[in-house]
């Protein structure tokens, strides 16, 4: 069963980005029809079945614009089918989960929706901003930790889970079904 997905993001360095995008792909592989956006160019979810939003840890912390679409569209959300990931852990303490922000835990409680997924990040010099990343991309903490397999297994979960639930709100007694 198809539904429609928006994947959003909240990036500074581009790694979040790109794991919103193979989240996207491996949905839209499922036969889910699938926009992926960067959190600000997001104007309504009203079309949307399912929201899925990921963005990266900074100090312990969410991008102020993911937290800030979190409190912009909370009603629509809850709503609506919603997953969280972010994205950050870096060098050894790559396979650490990362604690839920405080702010980000109110928001998510707010519209039902289950913690964040965690996800490794990515801290090399060719796409750190500012002197800390860079300073930081040269240390122990430098490399790729993004593991496509794990981000891939999470993206087909949600696809059947978004399958499901689409079916069963369509069969739900007093749903209106699909004209033949
Ligand atoms: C200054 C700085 C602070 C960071 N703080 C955290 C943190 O608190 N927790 C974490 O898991 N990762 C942290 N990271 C790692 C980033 O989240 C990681 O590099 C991430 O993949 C960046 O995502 P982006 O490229 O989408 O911006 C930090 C990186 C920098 C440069």
């Known amino acids: 069963m198809s539904a429609k ?3 959003a993001y ?11 995008e193979a989240i996207g792909a491996e949905l839209r592989a499922h036969g889910h029809q699938v ?17 899925v939003l990921g963005s990266a ?15 912009k569209y909370a009603e629509a959300l809850r709503q609506r089918q919603v997953w969280l990931f ?3 852990p870096v060098g050894p303490k790559r396979d650490d989960l990362q604690p839920m922000p405080p702010n980000v835990n109110r928001l998510a409680h707010r519209i ?7 996800f490794a990040g990515r801290l090399v010099p060719e796409h750190s901003k500012g002197l800390i990343a860079r300073r930081m991309a040269r240390t122990e903490l430098s490399g790729d930790a ?3 397999k794990l ?15 689409e079916a069963n709100s369509r069969h739900r007694p007093g749903a209106q079904e699909a004209p033949q």
Not at 112 to 118: S, Y
């Open 5 to 7: 997905v928006l994947v």
């Open 10 to 20: 909240a990036t500074k360095m581009g790694a979040t980005a790109e794991i919103a």
């Open 35 to 51: 926009d992926v956006c960067e959190v600000r160019q997001v104007q309504s979810i009203d079309s949307y079945d399912a929201v």
């Open 57 to 71: 840890v900074y100090l312990r912390r969410w991008r102020r614009e993911a937290v800030g679409f979190l409190r």
């Open 86 to 88: 972010h994205s950050g």
């Open 112 to 118: 039902g929706a289950t913690p964040a997924m965690t």
């Open 146 to 148: 993004r593991d496509w």
């Open 151 to 165: 981000i891939a297994a999470w993206a087909e979960d949600l696809s059947a889970a978004i399958s499901s639930l």
